[in-house]
């Protein structure tokens, strides 16, 4: 990997554990330049203390420290984006606190296509992950999914946006790390077909107060943000409320009263996030074509059913029965067979959703 | 003086003819008992003592030798008690008489009472294929005794009855032989699918199960009658044969778990807490061999209540007797084979907090929980449970209040249909049901058509499937053809065995 001479530095200067972001922007006139100047010594002295400061000063011009810095993340294969590098994207250095260093694992050349990102809870309900992957999937055909890392919603959406197209999975700790650990296989499927990043270094280790951090990035590189679900307290929540403070658009779906998982959509959308029950309805405000895709066959068994699944929304397998005037065992098969062809999904204690 | 008595010993559900010999000789006055015998065994010698005494006979005064031949078989029990104290009358010539052909089994009280004994069926079973018929055994065993055909049992209450039986001073008259259907019409279980409000679809799974003889996992939150549903899965099942009867029985005489029935008409159901060792579930012991949980629930049902919370061993331990329907127990005290042919039936929550796909109560957690929760059944475990049915949260008795529930005894109807159909098709197959279906007989029993191969791979592709729930959804859509009498398996019946897999595939 070639870097140019500010890159270099830059990512040396993020090397340093003891630096902080604070540290790092005011030393460098907020990423002016990457080597700090002479004039910051006093500053770095009061904030570091003379001793590490003296030894950071060292190591940075050290040319052995340097080559090993590389030559560790080229172990682990991971190639930097600085703020110093032409494929940077533009969209983060509008942000307040731009990241210094994206260290990176796939293919950096999506950090310069149209980006769309997909968030929400990790406790999703199942129709609601299933609409996700769907959706996903269409919205890759178009942009670079932008997503977390966590199991549920986001894992949904990668899924789905690696069907469709390109994903970039955002971790919030360093790429050494896996977390969560049930994740390895999607960590690896990024990196293989899609891009991962992460604004910390590698060896750092999966702390609370470095997801907010990572959903601002989120927020920042993508045009606009749909939140499929968010609880009370979310993660997808506070992504969606960096994007308003971008200024990107937010889309929700939305939820009937009392679902624990939809609350954080439905305070979104009182905020004036749009609301959003298809992918038309994202396309419209990017004036973007989504062909819509074309009907399946369905028996008359399966229309019946499917019909009076849509006018209950989401119902339990002995109320269709007895709608349909049955019993419920006879239509297993019909629903089962709509399972199949991805037209309604299965919620658990044989209830079942239209999609 | 010499005698020689016949008693039988057991080694796992066989017996082994055993000669209580006893040489009464001249000498320091002492009684000897060798020839292996366990504690309980050793302890006769004083029980014996005090019987006779009691019996108004006499006990020799002298140097008493009791071997018990072979020598090699190790004696375990308390029925050594009667064959014993026969065998000193015997050779202290207060019993001159024949008792060649007679088989003595029972356990003396100190007052010379005859007391019940474990084990008696295997050993009358076994005794008879040796030859021998004619029976002493103790008065509360009759029952147990009355359903083996040709043999002459007789059932006695005390010692002073069997000299007087053997010295023919009184006469006796044979248990009379009682016949096991009249036993069974006698017998109903304590619960009727009927009690069993909603849960259509569980029940409808439990039929299928039933009918194929496969195994089932109902998944559902707390309280939802899991257990309930499982408990009536033996009133659905065909009722068993005499042999068969007998096979179960056999395991429970062994076990000393007979009631006073003397038979078990009715399948039995086994809940072994999830705290059951390895060795509760497959059999074990000391020197006698006993037969473990999954013996005793042989042609009925184990139910395994909260599957994930039964250690991993004790689990990966049913794999083998799933597949072969016995199960072989090696101990120091030698191996014992024993038949474990039942249906397992296990039930669980969705995921640690219990109300996933609830309507109600939100569940609170995230995917990676339920996954690990999940992943404590193991594949290979799991690849054995054909049936995997969610169990509602909701209580729909107000939807459905006005259907009534279907009888257990209706549904059974429907059940020993569909296994007449496999019982035909797999004669002389070795194969008693769908669910027992090996490779070749799937390929040759479950031809499917080019419709069924186009939704099964759809259904592969779409519910994320693995490669080992194929095999299951074919064995289980043979089962729903065969209640629907179809000698074709059609395409829905290949979709209602796929949608009993909740466990297959991942959850998105």
Redesign the interface.
């Known amino acids: 990997m070639n870097y140019t001479q500010s890159e270099r530095d830059a990512v040396v200067l993020d090397s340093f554990p003891e630096l902080t972001y604070k540290a790092k922007s005011e030393c460098t006139e907020n990423f002016g330049f990457a080597v700090p100047r002479k004039k910051y010594a006093d500053f770095l002295i009061k904030t570091l203390g003379e001793g590490v400061y003296n030894k950071i000063r060292e190591l940075f011009f050290s040319e052995s420290y340097r080559s090993g810095v590389f030559s560790r993340l080229e172990k682990s294969g991971i190639t930097c984006v600085t703020y110093f590098s032409q494929n940077y994207p533009e969209s983060l250095k509008r942000i307040p606190a731009p990241p210094l260093v994206l260290y990176c694992r796939g293919d950096t050349s999506l950090l310069a296509m149209r980006k769309f990102a997909v968030v929400g809870s990790r406790r999703t309900l199942p129709n609601i992950l299933k609409e996700c992957k769907n959706i996903s999937a269409r919205l890759a055909e178009k942009f670079a999914v932008v997503t977390g890392t966590a199991d549920g919603a986001d894992t949904a959406a990668a899924e789905g946006a690696m069907q469709g197209g390109k994903v970039i999975l955002v971790a919030a700790q360093g790429l050494d790390h896996v977390y969560p650990a049930c994740n390895a296989k999607l960590y690896a499927a990024a990196a293989k077909n899609g891009l991962l990043i992460s604004e910390q270094r590698p060896d750092t280790a999966a702390l609370a107060y470095l997801f907010p951090v990572r959903n601002r990035l989120i927020a920042a590189l993508a045009e606009g943000v749909l939140v499929v679900s968010a609880g009370e307290k979310s993660g997808a929540a506070i992504t969606a409320e960096y994007a308003f403070e971008y200024g990107k658009d937010v889309f929700c779906f939305p939820y009937s009263l009392g679902v624990p998982s939809g609350i954080g959509c439905n305070r979104l959308i009182k905020k004036g996030a749009y609301l959003a029950e298809n992918i038309l309805d994202i396309s419209g405000a990017f004036g973007l074509d989504f062909t819509t895709r074309r009907a399946q066959a369905l028996s008359d068994a399966e229309r019946r059913v499917l019909s009076a699944l849509k006018g209950e929304g989401e119902a339990h397998i002995s109320r269709l029965a007895q709608l349909l005037g049955c019993q419920p065992f006879e239509i297993i098969a019909e629903l089962s067979s709509l399972e199949v062809k991805g037209l309604i999904a299965r919620l658990g204690g044989n209830r079942y959703s239209a999609l | 003086m010499l005698s020689k008595v016949i008693s039988f010993a057991l080694r796992g559900l066989e017996g082994v003819p055993v000669e209580v010999e006893t040489d009464i000789n001249k000498g320091m006055v002492a009684y000897e008992l060798v020839g292996l015998p366990d504690a309980a065994v050793k302890e006769s010698k004083e029980r014996v003592r005090s019987a006779v005494k009691n019996s108004v006979m006499r006990f020799p005064i002298s140097k008493i030798t009791v071997n018990l031949a072979p020598a090699d078989i190790k004696k375990e029990g308390s029925h050594y008690d009667l064959p014993i104290a026969v065998s000193i009358l015997k050779a202290s010539d207060q019993l001159p008489y024949d008792t060649d052909g007679t088989v003595f089994l029972g356990e003396l009280a100190l007052d010379g009472t005859l007391r019940a004994v474990t084990g008696i069926l295997p050993m009358l079973i076994s005794a008879k294929a040796h030859g021998f018929t004619r029976f002493v055994v103790p008065f509360p065993n009759a029952n147990e005794a009355s359903f083996i055909a040709g043999a002459e049992v007789y059932a006695l209450k005390s010692l002073k009855e069997v000299v007087a039986f053997i010295s023919g001073e009184e006469a006796f008259s044979p248990v009379a032989h009682r016949s096991y259907e009249s036993v069974k019409r006698q017998r109903t279980y304590d619960c009727d699918l009927s009690f069993v409000k ?1 849960q ?2 569980a029940k ?1 799974a439990l039929e299928i199960a039933a009918a194929g003889g496969h195994n089932i996992l109902l998944v ?2 707390p309280g939802t009658g899991k257990t309930m549903l499982a408990r009536c899965l033996p009133t659905i099942m065909p009722d068993m044969t005499f042999e068969e009867a007998l096979e179960v029985t056999k395991i429970h005489s062994v076990s000393g778990e007979l009631s006073e029935e003397g038979i078990v008409a009715l399948r039995p159901f086994r809940t072994p807490h999830h705290t059951a060792t390895t060795i509760s579930l497959c059999g074990g012991g000391n020197n006698r061999v006993r037969p473990g949980e999954i013996s005793k629930a042989h042609n009925g049902v184990l139910f395994l209540d909260e599957l994930p919370e039964y250690s991993r061993s004790a689990l990966e331990a049913l794999r083998q007797p799933l597949e072969d329907g016995q199960i072989t127990v090696t101990r120091a005290g030698g191996a014992a084979t024993f038949p474990a042919d039942f249906m397992l039936c296990a039930s669980m929550n ?1 995921c640690p907090c219990g109300n ?4 109600e109560l ?7 929980q339920i ?2 929760y999940r992943a404590k059944i193991s594949g290979p475990l799991l690849d054995r449970i054909d049936l995997q049915v ?5 209580k ?1 008795d107000d ?2 209040s006005d259907s009534a529930e279907e009888k257990s005894a209706v549904v059974k109807g429907r059940v020993e249909a569909a296994r007449a159909v496999q019982r035909e098709r797999f004669n002389g197959e070795g194969v008693r049901s769908n669910a027992g279906m090996g490779e070749r007989q799937i390929k040759k029993y479950c031809r499917l058509s080019r419709d069924c191969e186009d ?1 099964l791979r ?2 592969f592709e ?2 994320h499937l693995s490669a080992r729930a194929r095999s299951r959804i074919i064995k289980v859509a043979r089962t729903i053809a065969d209640l629907d009498f179809s000698s074709d398996i059609l ?3 290949i ?2 065995a ?2 009993y897999r ?1 466990f297959d595939g991942d ?2």
């Open positions: 909603g259509r679809v409808r559902g939150p969705p996933y796909g609830s309507a939100p569940c609170t957690c995230t995917p990676a996954k690990r969610e169990v509602d949260s909701v729909y939807l459905i939704v759809n259904a779409s519910l395409p829905r019946h979709l209602e796929a949608s909740s959850m998105i």
